[in-house]
């Protein structure tokens, strides 16, 4: 039998945090909840979540430096930030810290739990596992192979990306975005698109969220970010990535 999923909520306010385990239970999730900071920091190094809820106003240490603190360690865990603020910057900062999504309250119940599914469906954990490739005779998966463009190279199978000889670390996201892209030259994918093919969201998202992630790949990738050559916008159409 499937050992169920375990999400963390990291949540000061009682009646939110109630609401989403009530939630995650009836959709088949186990969760626990903490309520600041350094609980949470604890709380994921000693049970390792499939995925974070993380509200950004706690007390003490905030959802930011939290997401800070746990990418800047190397920790890929997936984080869905949930925020009372709706400005721009709050959702840009927690996207370049490396947030997998970002929700702002208040929020549908039946919305998040939809997100919460887009992402686990996306990363590669025991419990949530990728389609399965076919095994050789001797019972050995086969490679996936390096992909490389310009002074980029990127192992699909240990997920290292480098640039110039030089590591560059990617969030789980943005390793997904880039290699779609790199196994799809030459094509223009709209937002909309992308959305779906990437985040796995068909209805709703935020094209703005393409954008972020896309400034967020120039920004690590191109030998210019400003005039862009690999990661290009198309006009009214959205983007296109050239070898």
Same mark, same amino acid.
């Given at each position: 039998m499937t050992r169920p999923r375990h999400i963390l909520i990291v949540e000061d306010d009682?009646?939110?945090a109630t609401a989403l385990a009530l939630n %995650?239970? #009836?959709e088949g999730y186990q969760s626990s909840t903490v309520t600041d900071g350094d609980e949470a920091l604890a709380a994921i190094e000693e049970r390792r979540p499939c995925l974070v809820l993380l509200d950004i106003g706690l007390p =003490? @240490?905030?959802g930011l430096d939290v997401l800070g603190e746990l990418r800047g360690r190397g920790d /890929? /865990?997936?984080v869905v930030v949930l925020s009372a603020r709706q400005e721009e910057f709050d959702k840009v900062a927690a996207l370049k810290l490396g947030a997998d999504d970002y929700v702002t309250k208040p929020f549908a119940l039946a919305e998040l739990m939809a997100r919460v599914g887009a992402v686990l469906r996306r990363y590669p954990a025991v419990e949530v596992p990728a389609e399965p490739r076919e095994a050789s005779e001797s019972g050995e %998966?086969? *490679?996936q192979g390096v992909l490389a463009f310009g002074e980029v190279s990127i192992d699909q199978d240990t997920r290292d990306v480098s640039r110039n000889g030089e590591p560059v670390r990617l969030t789980h996201l943005e390793f997904e975005l880039l290699t779609f892209f790199v196994r799809n030259p030459s094509r223009v994918f709209s937002r909309e698109a992308l959305l779906e093919r990437v985040w796995n #969201? @068909?209805?709703g998202g935020s094209r703005r969220t393409v954008d972020n992630f896309? =400034?967020?790949l120039r920004g690590k990738l191109e030998p210019d970010p400003e005039n862009p050559c690999h990661f290009v916008t198309v006009r009214g159409s959205g983007y *296109?990535?050239?070898p």
């Open positions: 009682e009646a939110i %995650l239970k #009836i =003490g @240490k905030n /890929t /865990t997936p %998966l086969p *490679r #969201i @068909k209805y896309v =400034g967020q *296109r990535f050239d």
